[in-house]
């Protein structure tokens, strides 16, 4: 009997280290939208471009303040030019679709605006950088587009 005791303290021990190593673990489950997005202003600067509120998140993505944990906005400083960068944070990864979602909308909506208007904003636009690891959600518009990119993919391997 003390022997089967012991055989069940190992199992359940064994249980409940294996159950801390799943979910959104590791170092970027402790990283902020601001420490990602700094991460990305040194790898490919940010030139041109101005920080926005939640304000700006909200008129530009439609994206609902209680499933933001945090995020950082950079926009184009005229309304000519397409430059653009997110990185936000959701609170639940469930709503991590629905971010994406909220972003091909914008894009759309720039597509529209710059196609036979701006053709060089455009093509920025049209090769743009939407994706999300964890729960961070990228959309950055930019000449350093590919830097962008790959900041953002290092902080968070």
């Not at 904003?121 to 049209?126: C, P, T």
């Not at 743009?128 to 729960?135: P, V």
Request: proline share 3%; glycine share 8%.
């Amino acid at each position: 009997m003390k022997r089967l005791w012991i055989i069940l303290l190992v199992l359940s021990n064994a249980a409940g280290i294996l159950a801390g190593c799943t979910g959104d673990g590791g170092a970027s489950a402790q990283l902020t939208a601001a420490e990602v997005g700094e991460s990305i202003r040194l790898a490919a600067g940010l030139p041109g471009m101005k920080p926005g509120d939640q304000e700006k998140l909200q008129k530009l993505y439609h994206i609902e303040p209680d499933i933001v944990e945090d995020f950082i906005l950079y926009t184009a400083s005229s309304n000519v030019k397409a430059d653009e960068l997110a990185v936000i944070r959701v609170k639940d990864a469930d709503k991590v679709g629905h971010v994406l979602d909220k972003v091909q909308e914008r894009i759309q909506v720039q597509t529209v605006k710059f196609k036979d208007y701006r053709p060089e904003e455009y093509y920025l636009l049209d090769k743009h950088i939407l994706k999300a690891k964890g729960r961070f959600v990228l959309f950055a518009v930019s000449k350093e587009a590919d830097q962008m990119e790959r900041a953002f993919d290092d902080i968070l391997k």
